[in-house]
């Protein structure tokens, strides 16, 4: 709808340097936020690169996305001072006609 109404429509996925990069190894009690639910596992690091390749394909996903109803995006850290996320996306030519 915004497309429609010709909106420049610009999308920024945040992600954290441990999202990016787990350093999680052997017995760990991971928490659901949403649910509360516990799980008990042992990050092994076979786990940690199936988790690398499904992150990676997740935020592939997000850009084929962006990509196909023309939104501009970004993938940014917290890592990086926003105001260098800023200027990712003028040098992308958006918003600066």
Not at 3 to 16: G, I, L, S, W
Not at 20 to 35: N, Q, R, S
């Amino acid at each position: 709808m915004l497309r429609f109404y010709r909106h420049d429509v610009f999308a920024v996925h945040v992600t954290t340097p441990t999202e990016l990069e787990p350093e999680f190894k052997g017995e760990h009690a991971l928490v659901d936020l949403e649910t509360g639910e516990r799980r008990d596992v042992t990050v092994t690091p076979a786990m940690l690169a199936a988790y690398r390749r499904a992150f990676d394909a997740y935020a592939a996903e997000i850009a084929r996305y962006c990509a196909r109803y023309r939104f501009g995006y970004l993938r940014a850290t917290t890592a990086q001072p926003i105001e260098d996320a800023i200027l990712q996306v003028f040098r992308q030519g958006r918003f600066v006609k």
